[in-house]
């Protein structure tokens, strides 16, 4: 047995719909280890299983054979309360005050109010958005909801976050922001990050590493190591190394 | 947000001048044509014919409203209580939606106003038949938006609560159940409508008090300012209704705009 990995995937396989007639191989062979506190970005084409993984990982549904651990002995994974989670859609509830969005798995999870709420206001600062609680969710714009996702995803305090595509809807200005932004909430708050991205570049900039995924079904092609310095800036995309990593993933991914 | 309207009175004539205004012409076209020689008032009572029916004690307004909008209010809260009740169920079990569903389509397609001669069959006639009458017109509306309103929820939103391990009542009280809000108001809104039909559909096919019973019997003597008047009176009944839904509604969701 390796030594102990925050996330330890082992020959992961899932089909949808064993049993039945239909049987979907959605991943074949996923192996990755993952440090607590690494940001690992995930990359691969449209239905590799990305976003199965996820769901894997965050215990929604089952896989069909390999092993899946998270935690370790000493530090063991609570699954109800270490996930944060956020997707393409802020998914945010418009009844609710920015604030209150942010203290939904506060509430989910019985936690007390009073220190969630103190808690909610100082993430919102983190991401940007102080001062901004008392607002209603269509009163912003795409790229502050998704601070507002963030910033609920931290609301816990869990040890890993899982982002799958976050900000695949925004504009391209925004997106760049954004990737700014979540690299200085990763540097303050020191969690552990999946990150998935169709973004080869906004893998290379976020990444500690990149784990490249391939289709037909999905396999592991390999993880990266992207050995550029933190904290990192807009200006690095046109560095030679950030071209060297970018081409290694498309490599990976047969486009080249 | 459209150009702001100027403040204090003038505000409150241009959002309300128009809508008054509007009213009055049709009310001033209808005495005018009224009172033209050759109109007969069997065939067109004026709007001052048409209330001065109020001072006739035959009538018995009073009690005749308060049936008729017993009947109206009465149908339509059930098939409020029953119509969200089986869309709840709907959303908590596969199997009810499952079979329900298709049933429940299936008895929409009766013409619940074909119903009425059985009813009255079953029950006689009285204040609650045309009660059942009215809530059978109506609350099927009203389990369609309450059914579409809870299967609305976004399912990575559901990831979301799974994902912390979100009991299923946790997920309905603070994510299905105030997202489906709005399409229950708006389903409410139809059967407002809709329940005023029927009850008056049940005053006429067997009764003998309410509103459309009064509109029967003054019938035959073409006392036409009496119907008139009656429809007024119905209609009142369903512009209440439909105001406290709408009310309520607001209400429900006032703080949300004021920011
Ligand atoms: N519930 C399901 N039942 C059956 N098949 C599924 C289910 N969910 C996903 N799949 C299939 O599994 C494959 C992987 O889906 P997944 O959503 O994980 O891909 P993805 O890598 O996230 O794609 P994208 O980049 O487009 O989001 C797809 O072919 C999809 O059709
Ligand atoms: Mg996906």
Redesign the pocket.
Known sequence: MKDAAFIALENVR?V??AGGSTP?T??SDVTLAVDEGELVSIV????????????ILAGL?THEGGTVRIGTEAAPFDPSRDIGMVFQQALLLNWRTILDNVLLPAELLHLPMKPARDRARALLDLVGLGGQEEKYPRQLSGGQRQRVAIARALIHDPRLIMM??PFGALDALTREKMNLELLRIWEASGKTILF?T?GISEAVLLGSRIAV?TAG??RMAAAIDVDLPYPRTLDMKTHERFGDYTRQVYDLLGMT | MPQTPPPGLGRTLSRYGGPVLAHLAVLALWQAVASLPSMPAYILPSPVETLATLGDPGNAWVSNTLVTATEIVGGFAIAVVVGVGIALLFSWSRTMLDWGMPLLVTLNMIPKVALGPIIIVWMSYGIGTNTVIAFAICFFPIVITTARGLAEIEPEMLYLARSLRATKWQIFRKIQFPGSLPYIFSGMKVAAVLAVAGAIVGEFIGSERGLGYLMLQVQINLDTATMFMCVLLISMIGMLLYGAVDLLERLTFGKEDGG
């Open positions: 899932k949808y719909g979907y959605a991943l691969g084409p449209s239905g590799c299983g990305k976003s199965t993984l996820l769901m549904t799958d595509e998935v169709h995924m079904p999905a």
